[in-house]
């Protein structure tokens, strides 16, 4: 009798914490695509912008990766190919040299860069972030105004970063839940705007 693959994906889960980093990146993509699907058929962009973003991420991680090691934090999130840079460098010639590089990444269309100048943040900074981002998606379920995938939401150091393809009343619905949403300091709008 065959296992189903929920077994496969249970046994990955479970050893998942000793995966080095590339399989534990891989693994991770195995695991996270099953919802993919699903969350293809309801995004706003096509399929092919959906993986050019996708790549966008990994190759200006990887980048950024080969030049700066574990001297700078920054995260980069992509949508419909537009790109939002967060976390934190050293200087602000190192953040502009990043800006340049993930510019330099095929596909890119623009870069918003928001890196701070400061020290590296936390872990518990960064696990505050998570929770907060949760949050968000959590009272954008509950208010049931837009198609919550339409709407991505970036956290860095309390500050709500709002990304994805909206019309004007879905990014006034999103940035007003967002910014009423405790622990959040600041809302900023990276939204591509349609109709």
């Known amino acids: 009798m065959r296992s189903s693959g929920g ?35 309801q995004d706003r962009r096509t399929g092919g912008i959906f993986v050019e973003d996708e790549g966008i991420e990994i190759k200006a991680g990887r980048r950024i990766g080969e030049k700066f090691g574990g001297n700078v934090h920054v995260n980069i999130t992509s949508f419909n190919r537009n790109v939002l840079l967060t976390g934190e460098v050293p200087s602000e010639n190192i953040k502009k040299e990043i800006g340049d590089l993930v510019k330099g990444v095929e596909n890119v269309r623009n870069v918003t860069n928001e890196i701070a100048v400061a020290g590296i943040s936390s872990f518990m900074s960064r696990s505050n972030d998570a929770l907060i981002t949760s949050k968000v998606k959590g009272r954008f379920m509950d208010a049931g105004k837009f198609q919550v995938n339409h709407v991505k939401v970036v956290t860095e150091n309390g500050v709500v970063f709002l990304l994805g393809m909206v019309n004007r009343k879905e990014a006034e619905s999103a940035v007003e839940i967002a910014s009423s949403t405790s622990g959040v300091r600041k809302v900023v709008k990276v939204f591509e705007y349609q109709g």
């Open 7 to 41: 077994g496969w994906l249970f046994l990955l889960a479970l050893l998942f914490p000793f995966l080095p980093g590339c399989a534990a990146f891989i693994a991770a993509g195995v695991i996270s695509g099953v919802g993919t699907g699903v969350a293809v058929s």
